[in-house]
Structure formats: structure tokens, C-alpha cells
């Protein structure tokens, strides 16, 4: 009953830019957190970034500078601007959303199934 859709990614050459989108879409009462995760081939799933509703943000070191993580409350969509890209940026970007469908409802995680993004030398 809820969904998330990304989009965005693609192949781009080293010190390139792209944005990723997500959007939540189904039976949502509240979105409380919007994050984006990633995982390059041969590590493990790690945090890009974090976004509350009320717009506190959060980044891991490694993209602080270069990501900007926002969202649009009224459409249920988070985005992610990635510029000055590496190729270590390389990964499959998944999107997460902590959110509950009725108010009556515990608050769950649901993810996206996820968007490639290759960054070439």
C-alpha cells in the first residue's frame, strides 16, 4: 500500500553532477525521516544522508560539500544533489522513508528499489 519510486541516475564523468528523486506514494498519514543509502560493489550499505520534516539534515563525511539532501512535504519527495562526483561515488542509491499510514498506525521503513549511479574516471 506504500511505495517509493527513484529516479535519476545514470552514468556521468568524473566532477559531473546529478539529482536523484523519490517519491512516497500510497497510504501515508506522516513522513517523519527521508534518507538516502548506498552500497558499492564489495561493501556494505551505508548513509548518504538524512532528512527530517522539519528540515534538520545530515551527511556522512565522505559526500559533505558535494551532496545536498531536501525534500518537498507536500509531494512527498526527497531529493538528492549530487555534485563534483567521483568514481568512489559509484553505487546503487536506495531511498528510505520512515513514515506510518494512519495515526493510529506504528511507524515503519520502507525503501525504494534502488537507482545506479556509475561515475567514470
Known amino acids: 500500500q506504500v511505495q517509493l519510486v527513484e529516479s535519476g541516475g545514470g552514468l556521468v564523468q568524473a566532477g559531473g553532477s546529478l539529482r536523484l528523486s523519490c517519491t512516497a506514494s500510497g497510504n501515508i498519514f506522516s513522513i517523519n525521516v527521508m534518507r538516502w543509502y548506498r552500497q558499492a560493489p564489495g561493501k556494505q550499505r551505508e548513509l548518504v544522508a538524512g532528512?527530517?520534516?522539519?528540515?534538520?539534515?545530515n551527511y556522512a563525511d565522505s559526500v559533505k560539500g558535494r551532496f545536498s539532501i531536501s525534500r518537498d512535504n507536500a509531494k512527498n519527495t526527497v531529493y538528492l544533489q549530487m555534485n563534483r562526483l567521483k568514481p568512489e561515488d559509484t553505487a546503487d542509491y536506495y531511498c528510505?522513508?520512515?513514515?506510518?499510514?494512519?495515526?493510529?498506525?506504528?511507524?515503519?521503513?520502507?525503501w525504494g528499489q534502488g537507482t545506479q549511479v556509475t561515475v567514470s574516471s
Open positions: 528510505n522513508a520512515y513514515l506510518t499510514s494512519h495515526y493510529y498506525s506504528p511507524y515503519s521503513d520502507y
Open positions: 532528512i527530517t520534516s522539519g528540515g534538520t539534515t
